[in-house]
């Protein structure tokens, strides 16, 4: 009898014999149940070395699958309040809608063609609540600070919550994409027009990955030489959209493996404005650890519900890596 219910069970169409794949399948759910992971990690470990010797051809896929990385038993429980924290973010994900729907109604005349993006932002508002909560260690004297680089499309969901903060007025918020005389905001992260604000420039070409991987390297190197203190301080890259198709965003990936960046944090999210579904194997062949998360039915990265759906190729929801 199966371990799994049937509707986890997916077997090829061209399957010669479901019962003995069926058999194989409930082997390893009771490797898992009794021995763990680990054992089971073991096993598929040497069934492959067994099939290279005897010059099986390999299964491969660029995709990986749309699941949870981690186990129920094995995620961290959130230290806030799940409540207070989710009716906040509710209010940042109104106000950053709100924000962008103003601004390209200022000025009718012309269009509305300001622009903006409400969906980036949506779609990671657990996990940037989860950051800038539990996560992130702004700059004191007991640490130097991590450092930030914000996926471009996300801005509006940041200045809603500095609004929220009271550190931007509504007024400011109304001229979002207006900032010429010097009263708005930016559209995306730029620190030499809002210096207190943004600490790396980034938008959708790729260049933001790219200077967070010789970031991290250079803290390194800073450790290393005694110049500077850095072996708290993490780099986080948040990126996704149509960024991760420039060949800048993962350009430098395998520098990261090669020279060890246990400081540098990727994240991907994939929330099917185009498809990264390639993306977790690209940094996994450079030997680099690719967790996944999804966050359809409001995960976060601190507090998360289990969810098993699987699909072939297209997803329905959002997967951060």
């Excluded at 003995?20 to 898992?32: G, K, P």
């Excluded at 099939?51 to 660029?62: G, K, L, Q």
């Excluded at 009716?87 to 809608?97: D, F, G, P, T, V």
């Excluded at 949506?122 to 609540?129: Q, R």
């Amino acid at each position: 009898m199966s371990a799994l219910p049937d509707s986890l069970h997916t077997f090829a169409s061209n399957d010669s014999d479901s019962q003995e794949t069926r058999e194989w399948m409930d082997a390893l759910s009771a490797v898992i149940a009794t021995e763990g992971p680990e054992r089971a990690h073991f096993l598929l470990e040497q069934l492959l070395e067994h099939a290279r010797e005897n010059s099986i051809d390999m299964p491969f896929s660029a995709n990986t699958g749309y699941v949870n990385t981690l186990e129920p038993d094995q995620e961290e429980r959130c230290p806030g309040n799940i409540e207070i924290e989710e009716r906040l973010r509710a209010y940042m994900r109104w106000n950053a809608m709100a924000m962008v729907v103003k601004a390209n109604r200022h000025n009718p005349a012309d269009g509305g063609d300001l622009g903006g993006h409400i969906g980036s932002f949506a779609s990671l508002a657990h996990m940037f609540g989860a950051g800038f909560n539990h996560f992130w260690h702004a700059e004191n004297e007991n640490h130097g600070g991590d450092l930030l680089y914000i996926q471009g499309h996300v801005s509006p969901g940041v200045y809603a919550r500095a609004y929220l903060e009271g550190r931007l007025t509504e007024e400011q918020l109304l001229n979002f994409r207006q900032e010429v005389d010097g009263k708005g905001l930016s559209s995306y992260p730029h620190p030499k027009l809002m210096p207190e604000f943004w600490q790396f420039p980034t938008v959708s070409m790729g260049l933001g990955p790219l200077m967070a991987i010789y970031q991290a390297r250079f803290l390194k190197y800073l450790h290393a030489r005694g110049i500077a203190n850095t072996e708290n301080r993490k780099v986080w890259v948040f990126c996704g959209d149509g960024e991760m198709d420039e060949v800048e965003s993962l350009g430098a990936i395998g520098l990261a493996a090669r020279e060890k960046l246990d400081n540098l944090i990727f994240v991907i999210n994939c929330n099917l404005q185009q498809d990264h579904s390639r993306a977790g194997k690209r940094i996994q062949r450079c030997g680099l650890e690719c967790p996944e998360t999804d966050l359809g039915q409001q995960l976060g990265l601190a507090d998360c519900t289990r969810q098993r759906r699987r699909a072939a190729s297209h997803h329905d929801g959002n997967r951060g890596r």
